[in-house]
Nanobody, 122 residues
Framework: QVQLAQSGGGLVQAGGSLRLSCTAS????????MGWFRQAPGDEREFVSF??????YYADSVKGRFTIFRDSGKNTVYLQMNSLKPEDTAVYYC?????????????????WGQGTQVTVSS
């Protein structure tokens, strides 16, 4: 059974940093594409970042501030979030997909974490 267990998140002031973790069981995270999405109240779940076996990708809104990386030994993917802004406030989800055409499309993901709240105060 595949599970993605998230940790991290919380409340931080604008300009601060947080790190989210996503530990996979039942699959090998380095063979899957791993993504991060977020969803603010009343909004659609939106793409944040993706890591493949060779590359990383970011939404324009987080480029230069967020970094996605993995620790294969721990089967864990991380999202380091720096210079946080109030508009980054959302529930953040990690997700895994075996393959697909568009990693920004949430419907292409096979497995999801439970979500974690990130709140950035101004």
């Amino acid at each position: 059974q595949v599970q993605l267990a998230q940790s991290g998140g919380g409340l931080v002031q604008a300009g601060g940093s947080l790190r989210l973790s996503c530990t996979a069981s039942g699959l090998t995270s380095r063979t899957y594409g791993m993504g991060w999405f977020r969803q603010a109240p009343g909004d659609e779940r939106e793409f944040v970042s993706f890591i493949s076996s060779t590359n990383t990708y970011y939404a324009d809104s987080v480029k230069g501030r967020f970094t996605i990386f993995r620790d294969s030994g721990k089967n864990t993917v991380y999202l380091q979030m720096n210079s946080l802004k109030p508009e980054d406030t959302a529930v953040y989800y990690c997700a895994a997909r075996w393959r697909g055409a568009d990693f920004t499309n949430r419907h292409e993901y096979d497995h999801w974490g439970q979500g974690t709240q990130v709140t950035v105060s101004s």
